[in-house]
C-alpha cells in the first residue's frame, strides 16, 4: 500500500471571497487617501507661491 499524502485543508470559498472584498476595499481606501494627499500638498505649494 502506498503512503498516503497528507490532506490540506481548504479554505471555504466565502472566506476567500470576503478576505477579496476587503482587500479590495483597502486598496480604494488607500487610493483616496493618497489623492486626498496629493491636493493637499498640491494646495501647499500653490499657496506657497502665492497662486491660490
Not at 22 to 49: D, K, T, Y
Amino acid at each position: 500500500m502506498p503512503p498516503s499524502r497528507p490532506t490540506r485543508e481548504r479554505t471555504p470559498t466565502l472566506t476567500v471571497g470576503i478576505a477579496s472584498m476587503l482587500r479590495q476595499e483597502n486598496i480604494i481606501m488607500n487610493n483616496i487617501i493618497w489623492l486626498i494627499g496629493a491636493i493637499v500638498v498640491v494646495l501647499a505649494i500653490l499657496s506657497f507661491l502665492g497662486l491660490r
